[in-house]
Structures are given as C-alpha cells and as structure tokens.
C-alpha cells in the first residue's frame, strides 16, 4: 500500500523560506512522477509542481515559477517543495500525489497524503 506523509508546514513570514517534504512508501520510489498540490479555504484544489520519476523533469505552475522548486532524495524516498520568499496567496494546505505518468493533472495521481497547512504571516 503506498503512503505518503507531508511534513514541514507551518506559519512562515513573508520573504522568509520553508520546506515541505513528503516521505513516500509502499511503490518502486524512482517509477513515481510525484507532484505538489494546494488547497486555500474555499478554493479547489490546485496544482503547484510535478517532477518525473528520474528528477530529471519538472513542471511548475505560472503561479510559483521562480519561487518554489520541487525536487527528490532517491535514497531517503522523499520529495521536497522550497518555498522561497513565499507570498499572502501561498497560504494553503500542501498536499503531495504519486502519479505513474508525468503530467500536472489531478485525476492521474492514484495516491495522496493528508497534507500540511503553510500560512503565511506579514
């Protein structure tokens, strides 16, 4: 059974930096796109990040590009989100996916964790 286990959320200054990391288990880690999603109160769902089983491949939405970088620990089955000089919008529950493709697509992750809040603090 795959699990996934988000960590490293929490309250965050604007300008300051975080990271988020997801601990997965239970599938073949380097045969696994893993992607980043967001949650803001009242708002859907919304992609932030995807990269390829390799690490080799990412994808990022317009929102977040140049501000969090989405990268991957083959040895410790971890993928990370920085968050650097986050702003007000990036306040949200982060929630990471596994995927057997390599798309920015929320239907085509099988699995997902429960996620950790991020929120952002002037």
């Known amino acids: 059974q795959v699990q996934l286990v988000e960590s490293g959320g929490g309250l965050v200054q604007a300008g300051g930096s975080l990271r988020l990391s997801c601990a997965a288990s239970?599938?073949?880690?380097?045969?696994?796109?893993m992607g980043w999603f967001r949650q803001a109160p009242g708002k859907e769902r919304e992609f932030v990040a995807v990269?390829?089983?390799?690490?080799?491949?990412?994808d990022y939405a317009d929102s977040v590009k140049g501000r969090l970088t989405i990268t991957r620990d083959h040895a410790k089955n971890t993928v990370y989100l920085q968050m650097n000089s986050p702003e007000p919008k990036d306040t949200a529950g982060y929630l990471c996916g596994s995927q057997l493709a390599f798309t920015a697509t929320m239907t085509e992750f099988d699995y997902w964790g429960k996620g950790t809040q991020v929120t952002l603090c002037s």
């Open positions: 990269i390829s089983g390799s690490g080799g491949t990412t």
């Open positions: 239970g599938r073949t880690f380097s045969s696994s796109a």
